[in-house]
C-alpha cells in the first residue's frame, strides 16, 4: 500500500500532491474529496458551509459524496442527520 508524506494511504485513489486525479471525477467532487484529506472527518453540512464550496449547493454536495462513495474514495458512517464521512 502506497502512502503520502502525511500518512494517508493511496491505494484505490489517484493521487497527486493529495489531490484526487480522476479524470472521470467533477471538479466540485475533487474538491470535496480535498477537504475529506485534510479534515479527516466531515458532515454534509461542515462541507457546505466550507469557504471553497459556499457557491456549491447542498443538493450537489450530497450527490458528489454519494458519487464518491460508490466509487471507494470516500467511506460513509451513519444514516440521517449523524453521518459523517472520511476517506
Known amino acids: 500500500m502506497e502512502k503520502t508524506n502525511s500518512g494517508n494511504s493511496t491505494e484505490g485513489c489517484f493521487y ?3 489531490t ?5 471525477v467533477p471538479p ?5 474529496h480535498f477537504r475529506l484529506w485534510r479534515e479527516k472527518r466531515l458532515t454534509i453540512t461542515s462541507l457546505c458551509n466550507a469557504h ?3 457557491d456549491v449547493p447542498r443538493s450537489t454536495v450530497k450527490h458528489h459524496l454519494r458519487l464518491l462513495v460508490a466509487r471507494g474514495y470516500v467511506q460513509r458512517h451513519g444514516r440521517g442527520k449523524g453521518t459523517w464521512y472520511t476517506l
Open 16 to 18: 497527486e500532491d493529495c
Open 20 to 24: 484526487l486525479k480522476d479524470p472521470t
Open 28 to 32: 466540485a467532487a475533487a474538491k470535496i
Open 52 to 54: 471553497d464550496l459556499r
